[in-house]
């Protein structure tokens, strides 16, 4: 029994290394998910990669099957959208403030949010550290769904944190589908 909470422990202990995310509020009306990663380029690259969504969203993660379909224009009333084949096409978020290098900020329900009476906001920020750049990106949601929200927080956290460690691996390493091997 003991080297089973030992074993349980270690698992959890492994877990919140690997896992550089959290839901950090769930209830009813509401929930909000962060990611924190390090990314070993500096902000201006880190940003660059970010903005250009297409080369490192994954396509399983899209409407169209492609993540190549997605943009972000980067400025003020920009579109993060998607192009849908016959000139069809979906709003994802809409920008909302830009500070190139260091952060932006995005408004609307992602995925499947766009379905229910769900708004949220979600901030990027970039910030110089030792060895590159410390990503925060936050994403708070708020609406009236007649089940609630609290059951959407974690599938969201679990799709955000995929998704900004693929740019994490595109930036550093130029795939976004895995590390690079480490040299010995």
Known sequence: MKSRILIVVALLALLSVLAPAEVTESSAGAFTVQVTLNIAAPPDQVYGRLVKVGDWWDSAHTFSGDAHNLTID????????????????????????????RSLRMIGGIGPLQAIPVNGVMTIELAAAAGGTKLDMTYSAAGAVPNGLTSWAQPVDGVLTQQFTRLKNFTEHGSPDAAAPKKP
């Open 74 to 101: 980067p400025k003020p009333l920009g579109c993060y959208c998607e192009k849908l084949p016959n000139g069809g096409g979906v709003r994802h978020m809409e920008v909302v403030y830009v500070a190139p290098g």
